[in-house]
């Protein structure tokens, strides 16, 4: 068989099995409808760079004064983004809520088994998100909840 016949076959059957990364734009809206403030902070999994590296990454870099969580008070809205990233095909961004105001230290030391701590998967574009009253932290898809600053 003449290998130049070949050749685009082998091409082809490797492309099929490649999938490229992709880029997003994540923005959040987050109401916070408890009783209590909640920490958030945006990550990712997968490759990070420097604008989505978790608390513990940060810990990692020896750079805990990079502090890139925000506190929403009770009845208040937080808004995050738009923040760029590129996503490889199995990562994804990921808002972290913990429940209270947590410093560094305290955000490290919440793994995401704790009860005190929701991870939620975000879409590229807006997610609009509400933190529900309850015993345990509950994040929910928002209804249209207005941003209140």
């Excluded at 130049?4 to 409808?33: D, E, K, W, Y």
């Excluded at 978790?54 to 990692?60: G, H, I, M, T």
């Excluded at 972290?96 to 590229?124: E, K």
């Amino acid at each position: 068989m003449n290998r130049f016949a070949i050749t685009p076959l082998i091409a082809a059957s490797m492309t099929i099995g490649c999938q490229t990364s992709r880029q997003a734009n994540i923005s959040v809206a987050l109401h916070n409808a408890s009783q209590q403030p909640v920490t958030v902070w945006l990550t990712k999994t997968g490759d990070r760079d420097s604008a989505w590296l978790a608390p513990e990454d940060l810990a990692l870099a020896a750079k805990p004064d990079m502090i890139n969580g925000i506190v929403i008070p009770p009845g208040k809205t937080g808004e995050i983004g738009p923040v760029k990233g590129k996503f490889e095909p199995e990562s994804v961004a990921i808002l972290r809520v913990y429940a209270g105001q947590l410093d560094y230290d305290h955000l490290i030391a919440t793994s995401v088994d704790s009860s005190l701590r929701v991870d939620v998967v975000l879409d590229n574009g807006l997610n609009r998100l509400e933190v529900r009253p309850g015993v345990k932290l509950n994040v929910v898809p928002a209804d249209e909840t207005p941003s209140v600053k």
